[in-house]
Structure formats: structure tokens, C-alpha cells
Nanobody, 114 residues
Framework: QLVESGGGLVQLGGSLRLSCAASGFTFSSYAMSWVRQAPGKELERVASISSNNRSASYADPVKGRFTISGDNAKNTLYLQMNSLKPEDTAVYYC??????????WGQGTQVTVS
């Protein structure tokens, strides 16, 4: 199970930190991602960390502004989002996979940038 939190309404240029609490599986064994869906648009993977060394990768639109991290001791994934823009408005989901399609999805948390 994945449960996201931390979304909300923020002004242009503001910051938010999303959290995703994992349970029921071995968190450290899974690659973890943040995926967002803006109204009327397809799902977009914005950031991921690998299962082995937790190396991070980012989509171009968020590079330099977002930071993904994972705490294996707390079974929690984070997304620090800075310099937020209106185009970052979306529902943000966390997802866990073993190298293919996600095995687990969270319920999503809304981020709105005004």
C-alpha cells in the first residue's frame, strides 16, 4: 500500500514536500517514482529512484526544481518541489515497481499552483 500526503494549494514560486508512506512490501527492493497527471493530460513520470543505490532521475520539466529521495528506515518516499509553476498543477501519485509497470500505486494527492 502507498499513501501520499503533503499536497495543497501554493503560490507561484512556492515549495511543497510530498510524502509517500509504503507498507506491505519491501520498500528498499523497489524502484520508486512520482508520477503526475494534469487535467486533460496523460500520466507523466517526473522523478524516480532506483532500487539498488537509490540513484535519481528526473523529467526535463522538473530538473533543478524537484528532488526525490527515499528513506528505507521509514519506508517513505519524498518529493521536494521548489520554484513551483502553474504547469506543475496536477494529481501526484507515487508508484513502486520491480523494473516494469508499477506494482503498486498510491491514491494521489492534489497539487495546485496559483
Amino acid at each position: 500500500q502507498l499513501v501520499e500526503s503533503g499536497g495543497g494549494l501554493v503560490q507561484l514560486g512556492g515549495s511543497l514536500r510530498l510524502s509517500c508512506a509504503a507498507s506491505g512490501f519491501t520498500f528498499s527492493s523497489y524502484a520508486m517514482s512520482w508520477v503526475r497527471q494534469a487535467p486533460g493530460k496523460e500520466l507523466e513520470r517526473v522523478a524516480s529512484i532506483s532500487s539498488n543505490n537509490r540513484s535519481a532521475s528526473y523529467a526535463d520539466p522538473v530538473k533543478g526544481r524537484f528532488t526525490i529521495s527515499g528513506d528505507n528506515a521509514k519506508n517513505t518516499l519524498y518529493l521536494q518541489m521548489n520554484s513551483l509553476k502553474p504547469e506543475d498543477t496536477a494529481v501526484y501519485y507515487c508508484a513502486a515497481d520491480l523494473g516494469g509497470d508499477p506494482n503498486y500505486w498510491g491514491q494521489g494527492t492534489q497539487v495546485t499552483v496559483s
